[in-house]
């Protein structure tokens, strides 16, 4: 054990040392040398020692202070403080929702269906992954899909893994298509100007075609599962017992919950136009809509306010954030991303449907195995180089978010989503997913999804401005 925590601290070294090395036979000067160092430190502290992520962000923008590379006024300025306070309310409306049972009453409703059968338990659980990830977040909407799935396959006596495999397909794609979905949406929101109504108009109908293409594989993929269920619910007969078993009709506090979350929805759709009609800064209204909502909230749920800011809100993975955003914002301080968004122009020749294609690509891939929000808080900087380089940005923000949540399909780790799902089949059911029994099946997916948002951005001029 004491062995191979010092062969990855070794590694750890030797690799961050490397990209100091790199980054000084491109030219950059030693200011922005120990940018590309420390952050190179911190993003593979991440990879190597997961549970210790938080330090490495901890000890890497102490370097960058310590080292005068960054100072206090920006690090505050590049820390995305917008983004967190974002995400601190909806974490808090998210916590009212739980606490309301709406989200179980939303599972019932869906899979509570006549004439069931695989693929119809199939779709409905595709289509609710893919809904619920998008009007809250990948997480929470995974928590709530497995746990419906793994209550229905128990009934059925059925294995119930194609069908959590397939439900995390399904939030991952469903993750693309609004601001809300997955943090780098919020993220690329803030950074690029984009607003709700854009994710709506453009993100959102390439995921229902990614939808429809992932149901089908899998529905092809996993026929010996479907047809093993198939038979289970015949020799059940009549599913009135189930529908029993999963109904829960919603009560006023849920409904009452449905009504702040539906109009909470209504605003953020709604944010930009406001935007305009105050006379705002791009995304303000989005930003403010949560924090006004989630103060309402802790008013109305008075004795459970603490609870929703104490449990409810993931304090660890803001300040992992925070911290990664300001090392992130250090390599445009430092004016690192300028040298490097030169040096990657000039190697594809100033083709910005080539350098689009590689952004998709390999974000899509480096996203398989690398933490999303790491590999977006990275990027992120570099696009913004962009800027007097090319005329339209949006094509370079559309392949970063849709390579960035499309490819954690391709593994087993992918995502959050991905490692929460696994995490409470074999802590529930004592089943293990082996990595190429996800992996084939998760390219192909991978694959071909992503060749659908990059064939998007090619060829129609909708996502090009």
């Known amino acids: 054990m004491v062995y191979k925590i010092f062969r990855k601290v070794v590694l750890l070294i030797m690799l961050s040392i490397t990209a100091g090395l790199l980054a000084k036979n491109l030219g950059l000067n030693p200011r922005q040398v120990l940018t590309i160092s420390v952050f190179s430190m911190s993003i593979l502290g991440t990879l190597l020692f997961w549970d210790f992520r938080l330090s490495f962000a901890f000890f890497g923008t102490s370097i960058l202070l310590i080292t005068r590379t960054l100072d206090l006024e920006n690090l505050i300025r590049f820390s995305s403080l917008e983004i967190i306070l974002f ?8 916590g009212m929702l739980k606490d309301a049972g709406f989200f179980a009453w939303v599972v019932s409703l869906i899979l509570r ?4 059968t695989a693929k119809k338990f199939v779709l409905a659980i595709s289509i609710t992954s893919m809904l619920l990830a998008g009007a809250v977040d990948e997480t929470t909407s995974i928590i709530f899909i497995v746990a419906a799935v793994l209550e229905i396959c128990d009934y059925f006596e059925v294995n119930p893994t194609p069908y959590i495999i397939i439900s995390v397909f399904a939030t991952n794609i469903g993750s693309m298509s609004t601001v809300l979905g997955n943090p780098i949406g919020i993220l690329i929101a803030t950074k690029s100007g984009l607003t709700f109504e854009d994710f709506i108009l453009k993100a959102f109908p390439l995921a229902i075609i990614c939808l429809i293409v992932a149901i089908c594989i ?5 026929r010996k599962s479907l047809k093993e269920l198939d038979l289970k619910i015949k020799e059940v007969g009549d599913n009135e017992m189930l529908i029993r078993l999963i109904s829960i009709p919603p009560e006023k506090e849920t409904k009452i919950a449905l009504l702040v979350f539906i109009l909470t929805l209504f605003g953020l759709a709604f944010s930009h136009r406001l935007d305009l009609f105050w006379g705002l800064e791009t995304n303000t209204i989005l930003l403010i809509i949560p924090l006004f909502v989630a103060g309402i909230i802790m008013i109305w749920k008075s004795q459970k306010a603490r609870k929703f800011i ?10 992992f954030f925070l911290f990664l955003f300001a ?5 445009k301080y430092t004016s690192t991303t300028d ?8 190697a594809v020749k100033n083709n910005a449907s080539l350098l689009m294609s590689v952004i998709l690509w390999l974000g ?14 990275a990027v992120v900087p570099i696009i913004q180089s962009f800027k007097g380089i090319y005329v339209a940005l949006q094509p370079f923000w559309w392949a970063l978010l849709f390579g960035g949540c499309l490819g954690g399909n391709i593994t ?6 991905n490692i929460v799902a696994i995490g409470i089949l074999e802590k529930e059911r004592h089943i293990k997913i082996h990595f190429f029994n996800w992996f084939w099946i998760g390219l192909i997916i991978g694959i071909l999804t992503i060749a659908i948002t990059w064939l998007a951005i090619l060829i129609i001029p909708f996502y090009r401005g």
């Open 310 to 319: 104490e449990k409810d809100v993931e304090w660890w993975t803001l300040l």
């Open 412 to 417: 087993l780790v992918g995502s959050t989503a």
């Open 87 to 94: 995400l601190i309310g909806m974490m808090v409306i998210i």
């Open 218 to 222: 899998s529905i092809i993929w996993f």
């Open 339 to 346: 040298v490097l968004a030169k040096k990657l122009t000039g």
């Open 327 to 331: 090392q992130a914002g250090a390599l």
């Open 364 to 377: 899509g891939f480096a996203s398989s195995v690398l933490d999303n929000v790491v590999l977006v808080a």
């Open 113 to 116: 269906m006549r004439n069931f």
